[in-house]
């Protein structure tokens, strides 16, 4: 959902929903614990008389992706590096 989110400035609920392939109470409850840690926004309002609730990422949250992003590219970096080693070992 984060990485989703990091593509647009905004998103509503159920395209979130649809496009991460999640139930809407899976999704709620993501949306719950990213809040309390301030990485995402909630925006509520109406289109007509339907409620509908948009979602951003907070720049904090566009922070810790980029930090988690760069920390999963770390191990991808030594797990190559140490393979290499590996590869070059006498058996």
């Known amino acids: 959902m984060v990485a989703f989110l990091s ?3 905004e ?3 159920r395209t979130v929903r649809e496009n991460c392939g999640v139930s809407e109470s899976a999704l709620s409850k993501v949306v719950s614990t990213l809040e309390a ?3 995402v926004k909630v925006r509520r309002g109406y289109v007509g008389k339907r409620p509908r609730t948009w979602l951003r990422l907070s ?9 988690h992003l760069a920390e999963l590219q770390r191990i991808a970096a030594t797990a ?3 393979a290499a080693t590996l590869d070059h070992q006498p058996p």
């Open 37 to 39: 840690a301030s990485y």
């Open 7 to 9: 593509g647009c400035a």
């Open 80 to 82: 190559t590096a140490l």
């Open 59 to 67: 720049p904090e949250g566009r922070r810790a992706l980029a930090a």
């Open 11 to 13: 998103a509503e609920f």
